[in-house]
Each structure stands twice: as C-alpha cells, then as structure tokens.
C-alpha cells in the first residue's frame, strides 16, 4: 500500500485548505484511514480518523468543529477539509491507513503511512 498526501501549502489565519490522500492497493475501503499532523520541534500528533465505511469519525479536540475528514472508497481517497485555520495548524500532516475497520486516534493502530504534505499557516 502507497498513500500519496496533497494539498498543503501557505494560508493566512482563517483561510481554508483540503488535503487528499490517495491511496493504492485494493484494501482500501476494507481499513480507517487517518490524519496525523507534526508541529516543528513537536511530536507527531493526532488529527482525525474515519471508519472503513465513512459512518464514523473522530476528532483531536484542538481541531473539532473546524475539521473534516471524509473519504470516497470509489477513488481509494480520503480528504481533510481544514477551516478557520491557525498557527498551531502548522506542521506536516500524514495520512495513514489503519489496521483495523473503526477510527483510532493512537498511531500504532496505523500501518501504512504517506510521506506528508506541508501547511503553512500565517499570522
């Protein structure tokens, strides 16, 4: 399995972005996927998670009700739609495919990971 990451880049406080992954193989709609994100000089974090199917989703506090993670099993792609951006959004984000069918917010429940995509949030 590949997972491929786009979509980052430069945005000012409050502006939008949406970042894709798309994945290879035929296993993808069999796993939850997941957004994973790393801060300059910070540990890699957890962002958000969906369940094989897309019925179930979960979220870092720190991004709920800004966030939103979705995907289309029929293009093997799951999305990150990221509003009302801030600082602290910066960092690069990583998807990842899990090993298990329901969304999980700790890394090792992870297998397969892309190699990341940059966002740059402005003051």
């Known amino acids: 399995v590949q997972l491929q990451a786009s979509g980052g880049g430069l945005v000012q406080t409050g502006g939008s972005l949406r970042l894709s992954c798309a994945a290879s193989?035929?296993?993808?709609?069999?796993?939850?996927m997941g957004w994973f994100r790393q801060a300059p000089g910070k540990e890699r974090s957890f962002v958000a998670a969906?369940?094989?199917?897309?019925?179930?989703?979960s979220y870092a506090d720190s991004v709920n009700d800004r966030f939103t993670i979705s995907r289309d099993n029929t293009k093997n792609t799951v999305y990150l739609q990221m509003n009302s951006l801030k600082p602290e959004d910066t960092g690069v984000y990583y998807c990842?495919?899990?090993?298990?069918?329901?969304?999980?917010?700790?890394?090792?429940?992870?297998?397969?990971w892309g190699q990341g995509t940059l966002v740059t949030v402005s003051t």
């Open positions: 193989g035929s296993t993808f709609s069999l796993y939850a």
């Open positions: 990842a495919q899990g090993s298990t069918s329901g969304p999980a917010a700790a890394a090792s429940r992870y297998t397969y």
């Open positions: 969906i369940s094989r199917s897309g019925s179930a989703t």
